[in-house]
């Protein structure tokens, strides 16, 4: 369930940093937990809503030796798939999914976009139909950028005009020491330092050499691919009584 909004508490966020419950373009302002815009969301009256909860993200030092022993892509080191090259969409088999429109088109749209990315606009639209069939739902509004039980992670997309050799999708977590980390695709590694080795508070401000341009922030259930894989895959649901 999306936080309700509070008359007052949203006059105090709009009075103090200029953002309003119409406002959804400024969201990666809130995103480091650090932060003074982070720490307003933080103090909200209502913490249920907003508070930034450790117990809820992965732990970096889990990551590195997972990823030290099982190595995955951005995406499954995203939603803690350890070994696993994953791709959005497809963290479960379409064939052990429920039938529904969004799996058939999300399945053309793969077969087109996924294959051979050339269409940028097909493929981001791709990927975004991948995390809905995912499970994974945008995060549209500073209000909402800390959920109890899930964690943050952000879209990247390299494009070829600003320079990159190719066009690919690229994703970052936010981990419980309030700081962001990645598996960097074409190299055997997890980082959590930008290409100015600074530590990545806000992936919005962070600085790559592969001309990654931020799509949007994304919520993952706590427990990650394991959560999404319970919700999603048919064969592994509860019988009902006969």
Known sequence: MAASVNKQDDK????????????????????????????????????????????????????????????????????????????PGLTTLLKHRVYSALREDFRKAATKHYNKPQNEAGFAKTVSMGLALDGIEKINHPEDAYRPGFYPIALFFNKKARGAARLDFHFMRLDSNGLWSMACYGRTEVRALDNNYEEIKNPALAKFADCEALDGFYHVPKDGVSALRKRNDIRKRPRGPH
């Open 12 to 87: 105090n966020l709009s009075q103090s940093f200029g953002v309003s419950s119409h406002d959804w373009t400024k969201i990666e302002r809130w995103v480091d937990v650090n932060s003074e815009h982070g720490q307003v969301l933080l103090s909200r009256p209502d913490r249920r809503y907003a508070l930034f909860n450790p117990e809820d993200h992965p732990d970096l030092a889990q990551g590195l030796q997972d990823y030290q022993h099982q190595k995955s892509n951005c995406y499954g080191y995203a939603i803690q798939a350890a070994g696993e090259w994953l791709t």
